[in-house]
């Protein structure tokens, strides 16, 4: 009854790989592989300056930027402080001793009140777009006066209080007239305000509607941490704004903006991905370095537009050359420079999910038979499976998300306790089976791959949960049951005696503190908010990237896997071994973790795995002729 039992166990498993692996190639690696073009995106600011640099037009130096990769400028929305000379901003009490004719004419016929603020254009356009924006943001009744040539907004507040406000006044469209005529596109960054909850849709409308003028607008972006709506519970509103506009919202990596998931699926996941070097971090880098991170993020984080700041001196030549070369290193790395290239509508199918889930119950219910609970598999089995149906369609994106969990836990513990036993082997039989370990738990990320293959995972709208989880877990199993086999006893009870009072030594103490230490360093570094790499990591990580074309993981490569050969080779005697144990099952969950990264493309992720177990075998195979040669050279010392 057992061995049919685990004989059907087996068979789900294997319909759940088919199943996942239908998903991973279709959903995952057919539009990857179309999924390659990326703008090179500067700001309008910059590009003055070059231009004033240089004593030529802003278009011409856009059009010569352009035949070196740029295809795109940013324009941040200008607040009422950063009109400069489209309009005059005024506290009412410096207004008041203003020498202007046109002040002149209004201080002859109104009151200037000094706790007001006074914007004054000769521009009719200007005017009218900074009305608009205006009445659409405040929630006060503004005053215009129009004068002989020009106008005059009288705001019934503060000056100081109006520009901390940071109101965006709308966009210049004279400046983006010239971004058309240099056959660029143009992205917008959207100020936020205060007061949204006041707004009518119609004074959202206000806002966004200029957007549809703009010609060649390839993304919108939001400049602050709540998009304009979110707290107010008006995002349905903003999100139909914006896609009048047929542009793409831009989520910016490492900027966390409070509504933009929700935003994100509004517009039917209509995103791309935006790299950028913050401001505070460009001292730190040099345009080789600079270059080298805007690759990566294109090619192993699915960024499709790179914001790129200008380097010193601020020459035309010198953009020419960064941008140039950054295109060449894009290119290399298959990617090409164009309008960034969009996710498109990626199904998900209830019936396949349906069918990798079961497969990893099936591996669940074996690594529990594997644990001594093999009485309960087909209950246990019977139940998970109902359970999994109803919460996949009660609650499908948290039913795959627990599952791809639970697949990323089941496969490495599983794969560790059945390759690795108290007998050596041979280094041809340790490698072996350290490769078919390393693929059966590769197992557990296919399953991850196809229960989270859609576009909200792949454009990092919604991720992978419980990273620090699938780290621990596996450890705390696989290590409980080694001690457990390695302690000396005929029954747990007299295991558990015999533990418990042994004396401590101080070896073992230093031993374990060593490795306590050592496994909160490593949950540390893992998920999003790990602690900081120094800039040697960085450094031997780029050295790597250049050498492979995909760097693997240092845990798995330059420890883990090593650890797992030796420990193969040499058999789990005893709980002196731990440490190497330790050690391998990092690997195996480091392993099937890099493919938690769904925003990485997949094929990435077969490479560093690849790569990760090759140099992995390699140092190992180093590791154990370095102990043979240094044992026998220890007998024949001790021996004479």
Not at 439 to 456: E, H, I, R, T
Not at 611 to 622: A, D, S
């Given at each position: 009854?057992?061995?049919k039992?685990?004989i059907?166990l087996?068979v789900t498993v294997?319909?759940?790989?088919l199943a996942a692996?239908?998903l991973?190639f279709?959903?995952?690696?057919q539009?990857?592989?179309?999924?390659?073009q990326?703008?090179?995106v500067?700001t309008y600011q910059?590009?003055?300056?070059?231009s004033?640099?240089?004593?030529m037009s802003?278009?011409?130096a856009?059009?010569?930027?352009?035949e070196?990769?740029?295809t795109?400028?940013?324009?941040?929305e200008?607040?009422?402080?950063d009109?400069?000379?489209q309009?005059?901003?005024?506290?009412?009490a410096e207004?008041?001793?203003?020498?202007?004719?046109?002040?002149?004419?209004?201080k002859s016929?109104n009151e200037?009140?000094?706790n007001?603020?006074?914007?004054?254009?000769?521009?009719?356009n200007?005017?009218?777009?900074v009305k608009s924006?205006?009445e659409?943001?405040?929630?006060?009744?503004l005053?215009?006066h129009?004068?002989?040539?020009?106008y005059?907004i009288?705001i019934?507040?503060a000056?100081?209080?109006?520009?901390?406000k940071?109101?965006g006044v709308?966009?210049d469209?004279?400046?983006?007239?010239q971004v058309?005529?240099?056959?660029?596109?143009?992205?917008?960054?959207?100020?936020?305000?205060?007061?949204v909850?006041?707004?009518?849709?119609e004074?959202?409308?206000a806002v966004?509607?200029?957007l549809?003028?703009?010609?060649?607008?390839?993304a919108?972006?939001?400049?602050?941490q709540?998009?304009?709506?979110?707290?107010?519970?008006?995002?349905p509103?903003?999100?139909?704004?914006i896609?009048?506009?047929g542009a793409?919202v831009a989520?910016?990596?490492?900027?966390?903006?409070?509504?933009l998931t929700?935003m994100?699926?509004?517009?039917?996941?209509?995103?791309?991905?935006?790299?950028s070097?913050?401001e505070?971090?460009m001292g730190r880098y040099t345009?080789?370095?600079?270059?080298?991170?805007?690759?990566?993020a294109?090619?192993?984080?699915?960024?499709?537009?790179?914001?790129?700041?200008?380097?010193?001196?601020?020459?035309?030549?010198?953009?020419q050359?960064y941008?140039?070369?950054?295109?060449?290193?894009?290119e290399?790395?298959?990617?090409?420079?164009g309008?960034a290239?969009?996710?498109p509508a990626?199904?998900?199918?209830k019936?396949?999910?349906l069918l990798?889930?079961?497969?990893?119950?099936?591996?669940g219910?074996l690594l529990?038979?594997?644990?001594?609970?093999?009485?309960?598999?087909?209950?246990?089995?019977?139940?998970s499976?109902?359970?999994?149906?109803?919460?996949?369609?009660?609650?499908?994106v948290l039913?795959r998300?627990?599952?791809?969990?639970?697949?990323?836990?089941v496969?490495?513990?599983?794969?560790?306790?059945i390759?690795t036993?108290?007998?050596?082997?041979?280094?041809g039989?340790?490698?072996k089976?350290l490769v078919?370990?390393s693929?059966?738990?590769?197992?557990?990320?296919?399953?991850?791959?196809?229960?989270?293959?859609?576009?909200?995972f792949?454009?990092?709208?919604d991720?992978?949960a419980?990273v620090?989880?699938?780290?621990?877990?596996p450890?705390?199993?696989?290590g409980?049951?080694?001690?457990?086999q390695?302690?000396?006893g005929?029954d747990?009870?007299?295991?558990i005696?015999?533990?418990m009072?042994?004396?401590?030594l101080?070896?073992y103490a230093?031993?374990?503190?060593?490795?306590l230490?050592a496994?909160a360093?490593?949950?540390?570094?893992?998920?999003?908010?790990?602690?900081?790499?120094?800039?040697?990591?960085?450094?031997?990580?780029?050295?790597l990237?250049?050498?492979?074309g995909?760097?693997?993981r240092?845990?798995?490569?330059?420890?883990?896997h090593?650890a797992?050969?030796?420990l193969l080779?040499?058999?789990?005697?005893?709980?002196?071994?731990?440490p190497?144990?330790?050690?391998g099952v990092?690997?195996?969950?480091?392993?099937v973790n890099?493919?938690?990264?769904?925003h990485?493309?997949l094929?990435?992720s077969i490479?560093?795995?690849g790569?990760?177990?090759?140099?992995?075998?390699?140092?190992?195979?180093?590791a154990i002729l370095?102990?043979k040669?240094a044992?026998r050279g220890m007998?024949?010392?001790?021996?004479?």
């Open positions: 009854m057992a061995k039992i685990n059907l087996v294997i319909v759940g790989i692996a239908h991973a279709w959903n995952r690696y539009v990857e592989k179309d999924f390659k990326t703008e090179i500067m910059d590009i003055e300056e070059i004033a640099w240089e004593s802003t278009t011409e856009m059009q010569r930027l352009e070196y990769g740029l795109t400028v940013l324009f941040k200008p607040t009422v402080e009109l400069g000379d309009g005059m901003a005024f506290p009412g207004l008041k001793w203003f020498d202007n004719p046109q002040i002149t004419q209004f016929i200037i009140d000094s007001y603020t006074y914007l004054l254009f000769e521009d009719e200007t005017y009218k777009r924006q205006l659409a943001k405040l929630d006060l009744a005053n215009i129009h004068l002989t040539d020009a005059l009288e019934p507040l000056y100081n209080i109006l520009i901390g940071d109101i709308g966009f469209t004279n400046n983006i007239q058309e005529k240099a056959g660029l596109n143009t992205m917008v960054q959207v100020r936020s305000w205060s007061g909850s006041k707004s009518t849709p004074d959202l409308e966004f509607n200029p549809n003028n703009i010609p060649n607008l390839s919108i972006l939001f400049n602050d709540n998009v304009p709506g979110y707290k107010e519970g008006l995002l509103v903003t999100a139909e704004q896609r009048e506009t793409a989520k910016v990596e490492f900027l966390p903006q409070m509504g929700n994100g699926l509004l517009l039917d996941k209509n995103i791309i991905r935006l790299h070097i913050p505070d971090e345009p080789g370095p600079a270059i080298d991170r805007y690759a990566l294109a090619a192993e984080r699915n960024h499709r537009a790179l914001l790129v700041r200008t380097f010193a001196p601020i020459s035309l030549e010198s953009q050359l941008l140039g070369n950054l295109k060449a290193e894009l290399k790395e298959g990617l090409k420079v309008d290239s969009k996710l990626i199904p998900v199918s019936a396949v999910n990798i889930g079961i497969g990893v119950i099936g591996g219910v529990l038979n594997r644990l001594g609970f093999s009485r309960w598999a087909l209950p246990i089995f019977a139940v499976v109902v359970a999994w149906t109803g919460l996949l369609y009660l609650q499908p039913a998300k627990v599952m791809a969990l639970a697949s990323v836990i496969f490495p513990t599983l794969s560790i306790l390759f036993d108290s007998k050596g082997a041979s280094l039989q340790a490698i089976r078919a370990m693929f059966l738990s590769l197992v557990g990320a296919l399953f991850m791959v196809g229960l989270l293959a859609d576009a909200s792949m454009l990092k709208l991720q992978f419980g620090k989880l699938a780290h621990v877990v450890l705390g199993i696989v409980a049951v080694f001690i457990y390695g302690e000396t005929k747990l009870k007299e295991k005696s015999n533990m009072n042994r004396p401590i101080w070896g230093l031993l374990a503190g060593l490795l230490l496994v360093i490593y949950v540390s570094r893992t998920g999003n908010d790990g602690v900081a790499v120094s800039q040697i990591e960085l450094q031997v990580r780029t050295m990237d250049q050498l492979l995909v760097r693997p240092t845990k798995e490569f330059l420890l883990g090593p797992m050969l030796v080779y040499f058999g789990y005697r005893n709980n002196s071994f731990l190497l144990l330790i050690l990092i690997a195996q969950v480091s392993l890099t493919f938690a990264h769904i990485t493309p094929l990435v490479i560093r795995f790569n990760g177990l090759w140099l992995g075998i390699l140092l190992g195979i180093v370095v102990y040669v044992e007998r024949r010392y001790l021996h004479g």
